[in-house]
């Protein structure tokens, strides 16, 4: 009777949905709103399916929650703007507390149903464990794959487009049965009954590049069965155990240092695997906790397939899997750590061996870990690679950065900058188990996984951007990779997919920043898993003259908006880990419209208060900005030779006197400076404020000066950040000069540049 109760589907168990029609599992990579529709795969093995990491695949059984209240504050909070009463904004506040109050509610009472048996006709939420969201049902968007069909999607709002009612798919069962696993159900919308989940007939394709070689989940009158197969049922005292697929960190004890690879995945790794030291020290409270750097977390495996979340135990053979590039720990053929992306290698097995014996007082007698069967958190063990027989050991010779050896020779340039300081040491293969090579599991927080999935999940659609924008190496010149890229037949980007990935990266860009302030542990997931890398490639990509270029320069501003978010606040190794790309970036700082404006706010909100990277700024870069200055007027400009003249509140003399004698005098005929005066003094009208802008040639007074600007506003372009770019007249006369304009475009035209030359 133990066993079949084991075998009920309950709240809490954490599961996943095998489609019995095209054979493969429901999954979903992406974690953007905007990139939140659910896949599923086709013919994969059930237990060693195609997946890059157990939590795409899982869903957690959840009880229908509450959300009337979330959903008025929703409704209060889209009606608010900046004229609001205080009595509406009130309200407002009421709301939001009564809103948090029912989520409070809701995570009780999924503690009290929790291991309670699911029965045949009752309502569950599904939660996708990779994102955090709950399975919707949309009730005005259709499928993309198939018209007649509603679209399925995730999200992280309480609503009866998230409820389903779990119903037998054959008659052997009927509602008010247990639910069992291996049972085959299907899932029917309560927000709209008689319809029910459905794998498409067709694959994704060009609707959704990430997933074009998977089927679609939507909501269909036609249904389809899935089995359920459980990953875990989670229980109070399991709650200190290591589960296979559960994020954990390995720590060398002896030489206080944490088992790391660098990379991302799909990609080439750009570190081997090393030990990276973080000795404790009483003056730096923050080597008191473990760091919260993704390069560290790995996954344990079972060898037999990755679907089983049960309890990891001593001895088993497992596979380590690296999270960040999402390859397996391997031995290679000469004797070396590796990582591979081959699940079935047999020389990616290990064994986990305990190192301390437990003793019982009553007997006196010592009792080995193994006995106990199962690992718990912040236990010591040994790593035994299963083929060779061999042990990880920890060297005490350094290990040397391939990408720093490189760069070693160029100390003046930004190539040379070291942004890392930490000690890093050689992990070895021996024959033999040395004493000292014990490592400490310890399991990564639930808070510092949710976001690392996050930004995981933004990588896909950037990656597969840059796939198809560029088919050439990225050191081609720019004329021949546009045209090759308009030769090769590879697809460009229209309005609609332009905007998704916009506010794919608006998302990114407010992930970064909690309450306002920027917060260091999120940036720096952009840093371990590559994304900077990725966005600077991104931003590589040939744009101008080709035929989706108003939908790349959209792209490129939120790329910018992203990389200047990550800068925010004081992390040097932030902001000396990207200093290498500022050769690239000045050379967008040239271009036309936002892209250059967006490109120079980033370029100072690096350099501002860096001494590192102030100090290798050659003049020819003040140079070119002053040559900016002279075509268009943007304060964003002045921004740039500021940070130039002071940082961290120290002058810079040097730059000072080069910047004072570019701008200022050499600069004089090109009235690069705006004057003020009062009237009297220039025998204007006696206590008016006058500007001029040609010299002290004329005058005009501030009101008028602000009447000329606002026309000139209506004849220009807004940026992302609100600031004003206003374009030069014989740069507009260029764009008008390559292509004929109707005759309201000429007379528009005409309005706005009296207004520029006023």
Not at 35 to 47: F, I, M, Q, T
Not at 124 to 151: A, C, R
Not at 629 to 648: A, I, P
């Amino acid at each position: 009777m133990a066993a079949i109760a084991e075998d009920v589907l309950c709240i809490g168990d954490t599961i996943a949905l095998y489609s019995d029609d095209v054979l493969g599992y429901v999954y979903a990579l992406q974690s953007s709103s905007s990139h939140a529709v659910l896949a599923v795969n086709s013919k994969e093995d059930r237990v060693q399916p195609r997946c890059p990491d157990a939590q795409v695949l899982s869903f957690k059984i959840c009880s229908a929650n509450r959300y009337k209240l979330q959903k008025a504050y929703r409704k209060l909070a889209a009606a608010q703007s900046s004229t609001s009463s205080v009595a509406q904004m009130a309200q407002l506040t009421q709301a939001k507390i009564a809103a948090a109050a029912e989520e409070e509610d809701n995570a009780v009472e999924q503690r009290r149903q929790k291991g309670k048996k699911v029965l045949y006709g009752q309502m569950v939420q599904l939660q996708h464990v990779f994102t955090g969201k709950f399975v919707h049902i949309s009730t005005q968007n259709t499928s993309p794959t198939e018209s007649s069909n509603m679209q399925v999607t995730l999200s992280s709002e309480n609503a009866a487009f998230a409820l389903f009612r779990v119903m037998p798919r054959f008659k052997v069962k009927g509602e008010g049965d247990l639910v069992q696993i291996e049972d085959q159900v299907v899932l029917e919308s309560v927000k709209s009954p008689g319809q029910f989940l459905h794998v498409s007939r067709h694959k994704f394709e060009a609707h959704m590049p990430v997933y074009a070689d998977s089927y679609e989940l939507n909501l269909s009158v036609r249904f389809s069965g899935f089995t359920l197969i459980r990953r875990y049922h989670e229980t109070e005292d399991e709650a200190n155990k290591i589960r296979a697929g559960q994020p954990v960190r390995f720590f060398h004890t002896e030489l206080e240092a944490y088992l790391v690879c660098e990379g991302t995945f799909n990609e080439p790794e750009v570190e081997d695997v090393h030990l990276r030291v973080r000795a404790v020290e009483q003056t730096k409270p923050k080597t008191m906790f473990p760091p919260t750097s993704a390069i560290c977390y790995w996954q344990l495996e079972f060898f037999e397939g990755c679907i089983s979340g049960d309890i990891i135990k001593w001895e088993q053979q497992v596979r380590i899997r690296h999270m960040c590039t999402r390859k397996f720990l391997i031995i290679d053929n000469d004797g070396r750590l590796a990582l591979t992306e081959d699940c079935k290698d047999a020389r990616a097995v290990f064994r986990l061996h305990p190192v301390l014996r437990m003793v019982n007082l009553e007997s006196n007698v010592k009792i080995n870990y193994s006995e106990r069967d199962e690992i718990e958190d912040t236990t010591y063990c040994r790593i035994e690679h299963v083929v060779t027989g061999n042990w990880l050991h920890g060297s005490k010779e350094d290990y040397s950065r391939k990408t720093q050896s490189d760069e070693a020779s160029s100390h003046n340039s930004m190539a040379g900058l070291v942004w890392s300081q930490a000690p890093l040491k050689k992990v070895e293969i021996v024959s033999e188990m040395q004493f000292d090579d014990a490592f400490t599991i310890y399991s990564v927080e639930e808070e510092l996984v949710r976001i690392f999935n996050f930004a995981a999940g933004c990588v896909p659609f950037i990656q597969k951007l840059c796939l198809q924008l560029r088919g050439v190496p990225f050191s081609s010149a720019e004329g021949s990779a546009s045209a090759e890229r308009k030769q090769g037949g590879q697809s460009t980007l229209n309005a609609y997919r332009s905007h998704t990935i916009a506010n794919a990266l608006k998302e990114l860009r407010d992930f970064m920043i909690v309450n306002s302030e920027p917060v260091k542990k999120r940036q720096k997931l952009l840093r371990n898993l590559r994304i900077v890398e990725l966005l600077v490639r991104l931003l590589q990509t040939p744009f101008r003259g080709g035929p989706d270029q108003q939908y790349l320069v959209k792209i490129f501003v939120e790329c910018y908006e992203v990389l200047y978010t990550y800068l925010m606040g004081d992390s040097r190794k932030n902001e000396l880990y990207i200093a290498k790309h500022i050769d690239f970036f000045r050379s967008q700082v040239v271009l036309e419209e936002e892209v250059g404006l967006n490109a120079a706010h980033m370029i100072m909100e690096l350099i501002k208060d860096n001494r590192k990277i102030v100090d290798r700024i050659p003049h020819s870069y003040v140079d070119e900005i002053i040559e900016l200055l002279k075509q268009n007027k943007n304060f964003r400009y002045l921004e740039l030779l500021s940070v130039l003249c002071v940082c961290d509140g120290l002058s810079m003399p040097e730059n000072q006197n080069y910047i004072t004698d570019k701008w200022l005098v050499e600069g004089q005929s090109f009235s690069l400076v705006f004057f003020t005066d009062l009237g009297q003094t220039i025998g204007k009208e006696k206590d008016k404020v006058f500007v001029s802008v040609d010299n002290k040639r004329r005058w005009v007074s501030l009101a008028q000066f602000a009447k000329d600007y606002q026309k000139a506003v209506a004849a220009s372009k807004t940026n992302a950040d609100g600031s004003v770019q206003i374009t030069h007249v014989k740069s507009r006369k260029r764009q008008l000069n390559k292509r004929k304009l109707s005759p309201e475009e000429l007379k528009a035209y005409g309005r706005n540049k009296d207004a520029l030359e006023e």
